[in-house]
């Protein structure tokens, strides 16, 4: 649930760079701007589009046959919309939302308006950019592997009026999974 709450957007433009040193690491770094935007901005001249980077380095510190250990971190900026005079006027709607993994039958999620489901969902969030942090890792022993990541993300807000401060958001989420092969392989 955190993964798909707090991931990149899935349908962007931009280049990425990568490189690996010594058959353990690697690092990769991005800079993108989403094709499609929630608020039905893109493409309005009015606005300027979102600006997004990350950067991810991961090790492995440990890897023989059949143990492997694997440790990474991610970071992530995305600025958002701002009007012509520069001001982030614009609310973002569920910038951050996720739907549960199993439902039932009569749960029906083919409406993109339909909030209602979401076990997270910011609604309406007048910001001017977030930062995402990951934490991920990895351990195989034999038949046996543990895999988690944890996410924090930080939303800088845009007060409404002069009159008010607006106050940051901090969110955060992760999982942790294992598993155990019955056969034995790894």
Do not use: C
């Given at each position: 649930l955190?993964?798909s ?6 349908q962007?433009?931009?280049v990425?760079l ?13 800079m ?13 001249t009015?606005?300027?589009d ?25 970071g992530?900026?995305?600025s ?6 520069g001001?982030?006027?614009?609310s973002?709607k ?7 993994e ?28 977030y930062?995402?942090g ?8 034999g038949?046996?592997?543990v ?8 939303v800088?807000?845009v007060p ?6 607006a106050?940051?958001?901090?969110l ?13 392989e790894?």
């Amino acid at each position: 649930l955190a993964t798909s709450a707090f991931s990149t957007p899935s349908q962007v433009y931009g280049v990425q760079l990568g490189a690996s040193m010594l058959d353990n690491s690697m690092l990769n770094v991005a800079m993108y701007q989403p094709s499609k935007q929630e608020s039905g901005n893109f493409g309005n001249t009015a606005h300027t589009d979102r600006l997004g980077g990350s950067v991810r380095a991961t090790f492995v510190p440990v890897r023989a046959d059949d143990t492997v250990l694997h440790l990474g971190a991610v970071g992530r900026y995305q600025s958002v919309n701002k009007n012509s005079a520069g001001n982030a006027a614009y609310s973002q709607k569920n910038l951050f939302s996720t739907a549960p993994e199993m439902q039932s039958r009569q749960v029906n999620n083919n409406n993109a308006t339909n909030t209602g489901n979401l076990l997270l969902n910011t609604g309406d969030l007048r910001i001017a950019s977030y930062n995402v942090g990951t934490l991920e890792a990895l351990g195989i022993w034999g038949p046996i592997s543990v895999e988690g990541e944890y996410y924090r993300t930080s939303v800088q807000r845009v007060p409404v009026s002069t009159q008010k401060a607006a106050n940051n958001l901090r969110l955060g989420g992760g999982h942790l999974q294992a598993a155990y092969v019955l056969t034995g392989e790894s």
